[in-house]
Each structure stands twice: as C-alpha cells, then as structure tokens.
C-alpha cells in the first residue's frame, strides 16, 4: 500500500477484555515499531521488529502486552486484561532498515485508538 | 541515558509570523536528528532531518540548526501557516527512541 495502515480506527472495550491492534507496514520495509501515545503525551517506544530478529520488547508495560510479526510484514499487538490506563492511541511505524545509530526515517500509521471503559 | 526534551510545551504564533521551536539533547554520541510533525488525529510525519556534521540544514519553510556546543537544535517555520498548526517532536533515533512530549504549535489568524 502506499502507507501505513492500521486497524481498528477506534476500539472501546470494557475493563478486562482483550484486544488485538493491527498494523499493515510498507511493503518492504523491514522495521516495525509499536509506540502508545496518551492524551497530550508524547510517543512511548513499546516494541521494535527488524527482520528475523528477535524482537525488543523493552518497551512494553506489562507482561499483558505482547506483539508478533508474522512473515516479517503484518503485526499484531495484543492487549490482555485491558486496564483504563490502558486508553491511548497506539501508533505503529515502519521503516526500510534497521534503526540502529545511523537511524531511519519511520512512517508512521494513523494510530489505533483505545478507550478502555 | 539520552534524553531529548522540548523547551516549552506550547507556542502560539500569529499567522505569517516566523516560529521557532527548540528542542535539547544531552547524548553527544548523537549523530542525526529527525524532525516530526503531528496534525490532530494523525500520525507523526517526517518534517526534516539534520546529521552531527551540518550546522544547518533548510527545507521548504522550514530551517533546522544544530547547535553542538550547547546540544540545542531548534525548527524554524517561515511565514508560519495555519496548516503548520501541530505537535513538534525532535527526535534522536537510536537504541531507545525518544520523542517527549513535543511542542504544540498554534497559529491564530
């Protein structure tokens, strides 16, 4: 596609559902990255993909959020036992190489936003 | 670790004035610095990007300089528009990426 797509729009669940965000990056490119960004905050690094490698999950909160990528394209985050403080826009980005120091310009998708009730 | 923070959280600048939005790092090890901007309900978007060799670095409108001996860089908007009206965020790309909580910018008419 010609962005980064991402999906739901919107999502309001009640306190102790799990939810599933998913993120469509640019084909080809071989970085993904998951932020949240709560109201009038500034982005909070979640979760990076590069390639085949594992993961860095240093980012994530709590043990009740996990992400995958499979095939090195699509990414899902889940969400388990949604929590209030939970709500936020969760934005996914990508970029066509690793980040490292050299960095990389990401792209970002429009986000996700989680109202948890 | 490195952090990379904005100066003020909000500006509002007159339609057709200059704006100028500084940002403060304290990682020397930094070589390059993105720019993004962020619109209501979008996501952020590359604006402009500058590496630790330049001092300066101009778009269309838009002027970044990089001020190494304070580790200060700054974004400078021409005859500011209200369409530039948004989130600032600099950013550091890196191990752990950063963007804090940016600056938001309002221009009245």
């Known amino acids: 596609g010609a962005g980064v797509s991402q999906s739901p729009s919107n999502k309001v669940t009640e306190k102790g559902k799990d939810v599933e965000l998913r993120c469509d990056p640019i084909?080809?490119?071989?970085?993904l990255y998951w932020y949240r960004q709560s109201l009038g905050q500034g982005l909070e690094f979640l979760i990076y993909f590069q390639g085949n490698s594992a993961p860095d999950k240093s980012g994530l909160p709590s043990d009740r959020f996990s992400a995958e990528r499979t095939g090195g394209s699509v990414s899902t985050l889940t969400i388990q036992r949604t929590q209030q403080e939970d709500s936020a826009v969760y934005l996914c980005?990508?970029?066509?190489?690793?980040?490292?120091?050299?960095?990389?310009?990401?792209?970002f998708g429009p986000g996700t936003r989680l109202t948890v009730l | 670790g490195e952090s990379v923070g904005l100066h003020l959280p909000t500006l509002s600048v007159q339609e057709g004035d200059n704006s100028i939005i500084n940002c403060a790092y304290s990682?020397?090890?930094?070589?390059?610095f993105i720019w993004y901007k962020q619109e209501s309900g979008k996501g952020p978007q590359f604006i402009i990007d500058i590496r630790s060799n330049m001092d300066k670095r101009q778009g269309q409108r838009v002027t970044v300089l990089l001020n190494k001996t304070v580790k200060h860089l700054s974004l400078q908007i021409a005859a500011t528009q209200p369409g530039d009206s948004a989130v600032y965020f600099c950013s550091r790309p890196g191990y752990a990426l950063n963007f804090g909580k940016g600056t938001s910018l309002l221009v009245t008419p």
């Open positions: 084909s080809g490119h071989t970085a």
């Open positions: 980005a990508s970029s066509p190489r690793d980040r490292g120091l050299s960095a990389d310009t990401q792209y």
């Open positions: 990682n020397s090890a930094s070589d390059y």
